[in-house]
């Protein structure tokens, strides 16, 4: 089945996609949908002609170069089944689950490159049922196409609210504690502490991307290539009201306390794993922001829709957080402390022009230097930390794709040069962590059982503290 192009319609590729699809860096994103009955995949090649392609013309685009040399989005004839995978695992005797086929699947499809040649998407449908699901389904789309923002409003658009498809997916409302305004960083220029933190983060931004690296640790190989190496997909669940009775009691923000979890259980697990310089080493997170004038989600209409505050493509920003250290044994500090350092560092960093100025390194060095250059500088800062954090926020109802339920859905982003990727998005009242590690370098289980730990100390020592209402 083919879409038949109706006209030519050429687009120029943001510098930004020019940076994620070069010869340094191919990075993608992986959707993952769990459907809680087995699946029915008869429906796939209508939903993607009539839901998916109509979203936004890249998806029917591929990019080539003008003839000055510079990409554009050129719309193609799209052949839907050549997008389209539905792999077969093999059995044995008394298989019932098949979760060690469909993490070794995730880990292929994380290493296999989107052909040039074609637009830079795919699905796999997975109809084998694991602990955690019936079937999946698993949307690769490249990171050129858009950021977490974008590619989270395309995949609603191909969903329902599972009780009632004719009412509208809701967003929880949150404080804008995930974006960082553009009108902020704008806003500081006169005041002496914006400024001394403008100076301060964009000089040690600079040295972080250009020769600062990380320490080599338990979460960091510091290998080059590391980004084509196999690597462990898990995913860990935690429960939202919980979350937010830990922001209401010490009176920070949920991103506040997702960040100190993560970071303590983090340091949790280089205690575990390595010697004891490893407590104390150089460590520092990439935190995503999106740079959109928005204070959260209103709408999956709104995510998709061109409109100047919420428009397509990749609008974000990152800064820079260093990874409190773990100055005793665990059962002898106290978890919230690595809440409320989060809470300090982004506090501070934010209250910092740094990001747009490093927008604005990042334009002139595609202007002088062109956009290869500006990729390596990119990879050069991706390699240089020992991990990523991003998120997103999903619906509060449940979701139906094709009259398939949704028990669960998470994302990941693959091709980074880095040993540990995280990324988190909520969703009927959970918040679902994903964890990306490099195999053999990286424990798991190990990891996932120390972020676990983290939680669980941390939600312990907020309600046995005085503040707390029981």
């Known amino acids: 089945m083919e879409l038949k192009q109706e006209e030519e319609v050429a687009e120029p590729v943001s510098p930004t996609g020019q940076y ?4 340094v860096l191919s990075i993608s994103v992986l959707g993952v949908l769990e459907s809680q009955v087995p699946i029915d995949d008869s429906p796939t090649l209508s939903l993607l002609q009539d839901v998916f392609l109509p979203i936004n013309p890249r998806f029917s685009s591929i990019m080539v170069r003008d003839k000055n040399g510079i990409k554009q989005w050129k719309r ?15 059995t044995t005797t008394g298989d019932q689950f098949y979760d060690q086929q469909f993490n070794d699947y995730l880990t292929k499809i994380s290493l296999s490159q989107l052909p040039q040649s074609r637009p830079l998407w795919e699905i796999h449908v997975i109809k084998y049922p694991t602990r955690a699901a019936a079937g999946h389904v698993v949307f690769k789309l490249h990171h050129a196409l858009g950021d977490g923002f974008s590619i989270m ?3 609603l658009s191909c969903l329902q609210r599972a009780d009632d498809p004719s009412l509208p997916l809701t967003f929880p409302l949150l404080r804008n504690d995930l974006s ?8 500081i220029w006169n005041a002496f502490s914006g400024f001394f933190n403008t100076v301060s983060d964009f000089g040690w931004s600079l040295m972080k991307s250009s020769f600062a690296e990380d320490d080599r640790t338990p979460i960091r190989s510091g290998d080059d290539g ?16 919980q979350i937010k009775l830990i922001k209401s009691n010490l009176q920070v923000t949920i991103n506040d306390v997702i960040t100190g979890i993560i970071f303590f259980g983090t340091r949790l697990y280089m205690q575990e794993t390595g010697q004891g310089h490893s407590t104390k080493s150089n460590s520092t997170a990439l935190v995503l922001l999106n740079t ?4 959260g989600y209103k709408s999956v209409e709104e995510m998709v829709k061109p409109d100047p505050n919420t428009k397509w493509g990749n609008q974000f920003g990152f800064i820079h957080v260093s990874i409190p250290e773990l100055m005793r044994a665990a059962d002898e500090i106290c978890p919230t402390k690595f809440v409320f350092e989060a809470q300090k560092i982004i506090k501070r960093k934010k209250n910092s022009a740094a990001v747009f100025l490093t927008g604005k390194l990042l334009e002139t060095l595609r202007k002088y230097r062109g956009p290869e250059a500006t990729a390596r500088h990119i990879r050069n800062t991706l390699k240089n930390s020992s991990m990523t954090i991003s998120n997103v926020v999903g619906p509060v109802e449940q979701m139906a794709l094709a009259n398939h339920p949704c028990s669960g859905i998470y994302f990941m982003v693959v091709g980074v040069p880095q040993s540990l990727t995280i990324t988190m998005v909520s969703y009927m009242g959970k918040l679902r962590v994903a964890v990306g590690t490099e195999k053999g370098h990286i ?7 120390c972020v676990q730990n983290s939680f669980d100390m941390m939600f312990k020592a907020v309600a046995n503290s005085p503040s707390h209402p029981n």
């Not at 994620?20 to 010869?23: A, H, I, R």
């Not at 960082?180 to 806003?187: F, I, M, P, R, Y």
């Not at 590391?226 to 009201?241: A, G, K, Q, S, Y």
């Not at 424990?443 to 059982?449: Q, R």
């Open 20 to 23: 994620f699809n070069s010869s």
């Open 76 to 90: 193609v004839r799209v052949n839907l089944k050549d997008h389209i995978n539905v792999p077969v695992f093999p």
């Open 153 to 155: 409003g395309a995949l």
């Open 180 to 187: 960082l305004n553009a009108e902020d960083g704008k806003g």
């Open 226 to 241: 590391v980004e084509f190496r196999p690597i462990d997909i898990f995913t860990i669940t935690f429960c939202l009201d």
């Open 292 to 295: 959109r004038n928005i204070s």
């Open 443 to 449: 424990d798991p289980n190990k990891f996932k059982s």
